[in-house]
């Protein structure tokens, strides 16, 4: 086969238009979107210090007004792009191997690492139903406007939305597990010493992540917590 | 000992394979893998069949030629080994194997276990070099080059360009194999002039030929013969950012190629 | 035609030759050079720097290989290191003592004048491939690292780890893409040369069988170089790729390039014994093992016990007791035949006797196996999967398997052939080696003829030429197409009962026993009317399944045998003929009391050059008579 002269081909910086560039701006909104569960989760635990904690830090939050507008229009605009991106890597990832692999075994990559494609629209999905319950309420049966404590217990009462919860969250976890390491590598952070510990970090980053959010909808249906 | 084996044949770019069963009754452990299909091959051609076509040259795990998947691996069971160093004492009796070219768009089956793997060839032409022509090279020792550095650009050196990292990635992604060529160079002083064109043109091959992308599940890393390093791919999407952001477009009236 | 054997060597003393040929040399305008073509047949280290630089020069370049990337040449496997005259270790080395070095350990069969240039230009090799980026090992100062190396007793040898080959090989294959990128150099992989065209007494051109799709095309150009390695698998078993073959060079040879010393072959002391009958192939061990590794066998003949089992009082350092000064670093024809003799007595080790021991426990002792990892931790894995053992507990067994040929087409100093237009570079050709290369000289070799001579020389030739004048459609390109497309119809028209493989394993077992390590009158006698009784039956009993258009492994493997098969028959002639020892040549009649080789400079200080009569009649074997100035011709003594 003869290799022809492969001159003349656009070989120019289109960040944006290469698979790297699109990794990168994965792992940048990645960053934004960890760090956002991370102070969400951080948030939302104060439900265990009694409803006026939580009811004043939704008030405060909602007292922010523009600036919360602003971190909300920030992180919409990651998610967008965190999917947008997932859905033409996806595409990509369908193109290059057309003709799947009889017999194939992975060998070291995480359960973690070829879910993400599973986890993350399921992530998604729960996001929208996560809003429309709690901060809308239009999908909350009885949602009191301002009362987020009540809305809380009376939401997680319902077995089936907790577990919902709980099943997503559990995604999260793992999701974040594998995310939170890989944007390093994707901003090009790699050293034998600290890798490991990169790893390790994510892995922390992920369980953290999953308990703090199972453990409301546990407490609940528990009666750990109750109105 | 005894071992079934189910054997993707193809005619042809063009045709539609499918798997065929073989029986080895009487395979010897101290075989190369590559000596099994051989007899197997002798066997098939006094019957009047034809043969496997499976690439390979060396037979010393160097040249890169073989490759083909064994049981869902690329090179087969053993780690830091290519097939053709594969010995049949890593197999037991009895055990059922799998035999399937690596698949991936940009390595087009040519024939049964044989493909095209002239992609990799075309990323190297785009950057994988140091434009020096023969006869204006300095002393050898002009440049004192640290002892960790050349052999880090060893290590990365090492690649054979046998194209397990794409048939081992869950996206078919070449990765691996682009970084190890910009990580060698990049370590070293005489590849710091081409840095930045380097990983732009090489990364805009990669993509051009049709690999997937990167989503560092480390497989590739994992099943290279060579024990070439995932960092690499780090090294590789920091010189492309740095490039992407502040490298120039070279215009015609500058020259170019 | 009377075949013209003038070496072209410049006059003037040896220091200065090459520099005034470079200034006699024509030049082609810098303007012209792109009108001028060049095919390069192989992407080994000779003629991928060599289709390199001439692209880098300006001329078109056509560049072919069998394999499916130029970077798979065999070229890839050689371990050790490569020579080059640098003294960096201040330890007495020097342009001179290299070329003394390289045509002793040739025992004094090679070209003063063409070893003299190749040890000249070793250095600027280094230099080349280090701008490059090759990795050579360093020192923590950040300089270059050297190793030893069998045959010298100064430590020259350059190497990237147990990798050296194929560390070169990819500079030289990048900086071949970089000219394919370029559109100077157009590349063919997977095409197989078939044939040479030769026009009015110059190669024109050469037909190639595209081994995906069968198409036989013929390709046109001003100039042909064959860079296509040596020959070592006419003996079945050898350390060479399985695809490496003679093709090129037996084609030329009947298109009127003669062919000198076909049988000096090298047997490599050290790579890893045959396990089996189903055997394809021979797997070298670096001769830069013998550095650290100690060769033994036990003293008693028929000795079982395992290794670890011999005291160290009941063991035979054969090697340091022969040769005290280069103990276990004699050269290679040395150190094989040593094996050989020792096996022979009964004092073998492994299957069947045919092993010695080569044993790292002292340098392990001495060095920590952290070192020992360092400096050969690849060449121990190799060992560890093909046979199984662990070579830091266990030594390695070894035993000595062809691995390269000195001889080739005949060249002149400007690597030209018989047949004007014709080049040779790098194994193919007989020039540098005399009758036994040292180690680390084939990588310096390829690197030199294809970076820094042939470019010149190729150059001097086209200058004295004009470009282009015949075309695709010429008689004799389309003669040479169809001779070759009906060699393959033949072939695969036979539909006989023994597989290609059965033949040149039948072919090998021959030339081993009766042309291998050791001849002698009677054995190549007998080896002659077997080679051609085998020719015969293999032209009415093959069978090679499949079509001619389609990708057809054992197609190739047949018409590579079926050149294998005439080549064979030569290297017995030529082997029969030459009535001394010399280098790897040891003919049995002609030993000193102690079995070492006995030269014959009297009737023998040339290179025998066979012409080819047309396969009704024996070939001729003219003589280029040797003639030594600078080095003083004496028996080879290692001890």
Redesign the interface.
Known sequence: ???I???G???????Y????????IMAVTGFILSGFVLGHMIGNLQVFAGPEKLNAYGAFLQSLGGALWAARIVLLASVGLHITMAVQ?TM??L????????????????YA??T?IWSGPIVGAFLVYHLLHFTTGQAHPDFKPGDVYANVITGFRNPAVSLFYMVANILLAFHLY?GV??M?????????RY?PLLKRVAQTFGIVVGLGNVAMPMAVLTGILSL | MKLTLNIWRQKGPNDAGRIVKYEMPNVDEHMSFLEMLDVLNEDLIHKGEEPVTFEHDCREGICGCCGFMINGLPHGPQRGTTVCQLHMRQFHDGEELWLEPFRAKAFPVLKDLMVDRSAFDRIIAAGGYVSVNTGCAVDGNAIPIEKQSAEMAMDAAACIGCGACVASCPNASASLFTSAKIAHLGLLPQGQAERDRRAVRMVAQLMEEGFGYCTNTGECEALCPKGVKLENIARMNRDYLKAAILYREENASAGGA | MAINLDAKIPSGPIEQKWNKAKFDYKLVNPANKRKYSVIVVGTGLAGGAAAATLGELGYNVKAFCFQDSPRRAHSIAAQGGINAAKNYQNDGDSVFRLFYDTVKGGDFRAREANVYRLAEISVSIIDQCVAQGVPFAREYGGVLANRSFGGAQVSRTFYARGQTGQQLLLGCYQALERQIDAGRVKMYARHEMLDVIVIDGRARGIVTRNLVTGAIDVHIADAVALATGGYGNVFYLSTNAKGSNATAIWRAYKKGAAFANPCFTQIHPTCIPVSGEYQSKLTLMSESLRNDGRIWVPKKQGDTRASGQIPEDERDYYLERMYPSFGNLSPRDIASRAAKRVCDEGRGVGPGGLGVYLDFSDAIGRLGKKTIEERYGNLFEIYERITGEDPYSVPMRIYPAVHYTMGGLWVDYNLESTVPGLFVLGEANFSDHGANRLGASALMQGLADGYFVAPYTIGNYLASIKPGGVDEDHPECRLAKEEAEARIQTLLGIKGKKTVDEFHRALGKIMWDKCGMARNAAGLEEALPQIQALREEFWQNVTVPGSGAEVNQSLEKATRLADFLELGELMVRDARVREESCGGHFREEYQTEEGEALRDDEKFCHGAVWEYQGSEQAPVRHMEPLIFEHVHLTQRSYK
């Open positions: 086969m003869s290799t002269a492969v001159g081909l656009n070989r120019t910086a289109a960040l238009q290469s698979v790297i560039g699109k990794k990168v890597l990509l990832k193109e290059a191997r057309p003709q799947p692999y009889v017999k194939k075994t992975a060998l070291v990559s995480t690492a070829r993400m594998h390491w890989s390093f590598q994707s901003l090009g952070v790699a050293h034998p890798t």
